[in-house]
């Protein structure tokens, strides 16, 4: 990557008042967090996509939480990175700051970042078939797999399946954050899942910088500003 080019992009997100930020699955590797697509992502032979919906839940919902239970304990034992840290001084040094995750592991919230969309909703979640209800279980592993509510149904993972609706309004707040951006960044996601693949074009085309950071080109690459390949672990911290 040539240096001028960082350069360039460091000054314009240090000079930028209003920054947005949209995460993916590979700002958590280096914490040790397998993402979806690449090496290291299966569980017993499964794809995520045959796992994390809602026709797969329906089939099996012990499968499907034995992989989650499997998830869960790989996150219990990872802590944020210097690519999570790198983004709480950011917020901390800009007046208009959002930060927008698909990432499920809460690794953002452990690092001290504050203000967090979460588009996928949050592993630790979990979430009651009949009666709606909603808490937080950080037990790692789980006692009861399927775990149920205290009405007796079963309790389903509290994240966005494939197939499924966003949490409503989140959608509206995370456009809102990327029009009204002067540098949107786009760190370690694959830009293949919709809607959050169309939040970083979106950005440029209301006037954002858009930066990436990604171990390999993507879709986005060619339409973002500047793309800079490498670990978000080591480009990152440089960057802020
Ligand atoms: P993805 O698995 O599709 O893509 C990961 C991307 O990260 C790839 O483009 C890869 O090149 C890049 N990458 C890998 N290591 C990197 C590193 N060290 N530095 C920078 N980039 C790196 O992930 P996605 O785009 O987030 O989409 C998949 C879905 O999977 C999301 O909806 C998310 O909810 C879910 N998911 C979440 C987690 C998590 O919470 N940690 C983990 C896996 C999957
Ligand atoms: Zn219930």
Redesign the pocket.
Known sequence: MPDAEFEKARRRLASAASVAVLT???????SG??????AG?LWKNFRPEELATPEAFARNPRLVWEWYDWRRQAIAKAGPNPAHRGLVQLEQAKPRFTLIT????GLHDAAGSRRILKL?GDIWHLRCTACGADWIDRRAPLDTIPPLCACGAQARPGVVWFGEMLPPGILDEAQRAAAAAQVFLV???????YPAAALAPYARRSGATVIE????P?PFSDIVDFAFHG???DLLPKLV
């Open positions: 993916g699955a590979g700002i958590s590797a280096e967090i397998p993402t979806f697509r690449g992502g698909q990432n499920v592991d996928h760190i370690g996601t694959s830009a293949l899942v950071i990604n171990l390999e993507t670990k978000a672990g």
